[in-house]
């Protein structure tokens, strides 16, 4: 058995006690017992939202509690049974007093998944979290910087697997601090960048651009891509924005990408992509712990390659190609219908 594949792996770990309590909590295994149900028929027997156990039985699929049976319907493996009250042996107790010690806000999912609501919106704060965290300028910062450190280790690979010589000017829509863009331009000198984000992000920004040595064609344009994307560019590069939010709002945001584009111009979409049916493989339950995430978090989800196909076609967007480029893919768009 292969240990994990990075130590983001193991500071992880929460979300699986999180997922395990969730479904003690619930009273899953009682409800499906020795027979598959249907996620329609457990919704009621549980008093859950239907869409939201859905992601939350994938998710237990990927640790081996759950498998998935024919069409929507699920059932429990011989590990998972062990989460029932009436089970031989019996760990329920253990996995609820082990998830009443978690005090992440990961311990929200029950109520995540009885009602399909983001924390936030449980707590009456709306439904943007991150126009929220502006308040908070400490978690602000520890976000931006837990963010730098994901997208530096997997840059490598997408400046590896998308050819920007034929590109002019790239934004990076919602690009924080430069990170990203920063990097494309080291790579490609021939290239101007620009990052769309909300006004906090400017200032590192721009200090990023300076350290680089790449201010003089690297530019910092303070705005919300819900409202406006600035033309100018011909390829639009975004990572790890699409998933934050639901099928609407996505919507939104790629039709302002779109309306900023040139005919034929390229947008690039980096993000998890969620298999067809789970299983128990790392990179699977990766991708699945992060969909959970969503779930109470932001309130959107990961998707598969299907569901960005049809997502970027609403929006006006031809679907070219998806490259692996680890935990993450790089799917190609172009602009259509002019």
């Not at 111009?265 to 493989?281: F, K, S, Y």
């Not at 969909?291 to 959107?300: F, K, V």
Request: charged share 25%.
């Amino acid at each position: 058995m292969s240990g994990p594949a990075s130590v983001l792996d193991l500071v992880q770990s929460h979300r699986i006690t999180a997922v395990i309590y969730a479904a003690a909590k619930l009273n899953l295994a009682e409800a499906i017992r020795d027979e598959s149900k249907s996620v329609s028929e457990l919704a009621s027997a549980v008093s859950a939202d239907e869409n939201a156990l859905r992601r939350l039985l994938i998710g237990l699929t990927t640790i081996g509690l759950c498998r998935r049976a024919e069409g929507d319907r699920f059932a429990m493996t011989d590990l998972g049974l062990q989460l029932g009250e009436t089970a031989d042996p019996s760990f329920k107790d253990w996995i609820l007093f082990e998830g009443e010690m978690l005090t992440q806000s990961w311990s929200g999912l029950v109520d995540s998944v009885r009602t399909g609501k983001t924390a936030t919106q449980l707590r009456g704060e709306g439904d943007d979290r991150y126009a929220a965290s502006g308040n908070a300028p400490e978690a602000n910062r520890r976000f931006n910087a837990a963010m730098v450190s994901l997208t530096r280790s997997i840059v490598p690979k997408i400046v590896a697997a998308h050819d920007f010589a034929a590109a002019r000017l790239v934004m990076d829509l919602g690009g924080g601090n430069g990170e990203l863009i920063g990097s494309v331009l080291q790579h490609n000198p021939h290239l101007e960048g620009v990052v769309l984000d909300l006004a906090r992000c400017e200032a590192s920004a721009r200090a990023h651009f300076e350290r680089l040595g790449i201010a003089d064609r690297c530019r910092f344009v303070a705005g919300s891509f819900f409202e406006e994307v600035p033309s100018g560019a011909d390829t639009i590069v975004m990572k790890s924005i699409l998933h934050n939010w639901n099928d609407d709002r996505c919507r939104i945001i790629l039709r302002n990408c779109r309306n900023a584009l040139p005919s034929g111009g390229t947008l690039i979409v980096i993000e998890r992509i969620m298999p067809e049916r789970a299983t128990t493989d790392p990179r699977d339950r990766s991708c699945v712990m992060s969909d959970l995430n969503m779930l109470r978090g932001p309130g959107g989800c990961e998707r598969t390659e299907a569901e960005y196909r049809k997502l970027a076609g609403s929006a006006g967007f031809a679907f070219v190609r998806t490259t692996d480029i680890g935990s993450f893919s790089l799917v190609q768009l172009r602009k259509s219908g002019d």
